[in-house]
């Protein structure tokens, strides 16, 4: 719900002016809800306009698929044992939604709206839930395949931490060595692919239409701005966020990563909307 708020929060003001959204959160970590929602100053004197109805309904799609999991043990132990069960399902329902409410939050950030004519709300939740599928591997086989390296070198008591609950240093290295590995081999090809996607669906209208339509790999790859790729999502984003945030991701328990990984997604479409602003 916190995070929900905040995020909601941050979509509607930040843009707007700065300290309006400090005061924001100030009202809301007091838990004055009613301040929150009535609140405005003489630095925020567009606020009827800006706080849209349309942001008041992504708040509530937002806190509609946590909040039940919060409320009801039942529904989040079936949701630990669905998920044990059918990862593969999971990632790909749980990237396909929060993946694609993040970039709409994004593209909320940097147009003004939650879509566009050629967003295609529907094939990115396709997209998104594969490539889901694909993270929730890539996770598995380096959170396996790192630890092993690390003993095999003579690092067997950081991998016997890493293996126990709690914080310890020995956990914290081996979860760092991970999303490094990861993020640096894996996500490169993963964030040009995301983007060739991208590209294909608005070039089909946001239709789904781009779910059968061949990507002309070729063209698309050729056309790709490979400066700001270069200079911003690989140089910027990976070793400033990608790389904590997944060390985050890999110490905790692995019932919880791949969620977490697809929370991230939020993150990571306002990420992209700023780095837009800057283009």
């Known amino acids: 719900i916190y995070t929900a708020t905040l995020t909601y929060i941050y979509s509607t003001y930040i843009y707007n002016n700065t300290k309006s959204l400090f005061m924001g959160i100030n009202l809301f970590i007091k838990n004055n809800f009613v301040t929150l929602l009535r609140f405005e100053n003489n630095y925020t004197k567009n606020y009827k306009t800006t706080m849209k109805r349309q942001d008041l309904y992504f708040a509530a799609i937002m806190l509609a698929i946590f909040l039940p999991f919060f409320l009801s043990p039942e529904?989040?132990?079936?949701?630990?044992?669905?998920?044990?069960?059918?990862?593969m399902i999971m990632a790909f329902l749980k990237f396909g939604i929060l993946a694609t409410l993040g970039e709409m939050l994004g593209c909320r950030i940097s147009t003004g709206n939650y879509t566009t004519p050629t967003f295609g709300v529907v094939p990115r939740m396709v997209i998104w839930g594969l490539l889901g599928m694909?993270?929730?591997m890539a996770m598995t086989v380096f959170a396996a395949g790192i630890p092993a390296f690390i003993k095999g070198m003579g690092g067997e008591a950081l991998v016997a931490?890493?293996?126990?609950?709690?914080?310890?240093w020995g956990k914290f290295i081996v979860a760092l060595s991970i999303s490094v590995m990861m993020n640096t081999f894996f996500a490169p090809v993963f964030m040009?692919?995301?983007?060739?996607?991208?590209?294909?669906?608005?070039?089909?209208?946001?239709?789904?239409?781009?779910?059968?339509?061949?990507i002309d790999m070729r063209r698309q790859i050729t056309s790709l701005n490979w400066d700001r790729q270069w200079s911003f999502i690989f140089k910027k984003t990976i070793p400033l966020f990608w790389y904590p945030a997944h060390t985050i991701t890999f110490m905790l328990p692995g019932e919880l990563r791949v969620l977490f990984?697809?929370?991230l997604g939020v993150a990571l479409?306002?990420?992209?909307?700023i780095g837009a602003r800057k283009k």
């Open 75 to 87: 529904l989040y132990s079936w949701y630990k044992t669905f998920n044990v069960e059918h990862s």
């Open 134 to 136: 694909a993270i929730s």
């Open 161 to 168: 931490e890493f293996a126990t609950e709690g914080l310890s």
């Open 192 to 214: 040009t692919f995301h983007k060739i996607t991208d590209a294909h669906i608005a070039e089909n209208g946001g239709s789904l239409k781009a779910l059968i339509t061949p």
């Open 261 to 263: 990984a697809a929370l």
């Open 269 to 273: 479409g306002v990420i992209l909307a």
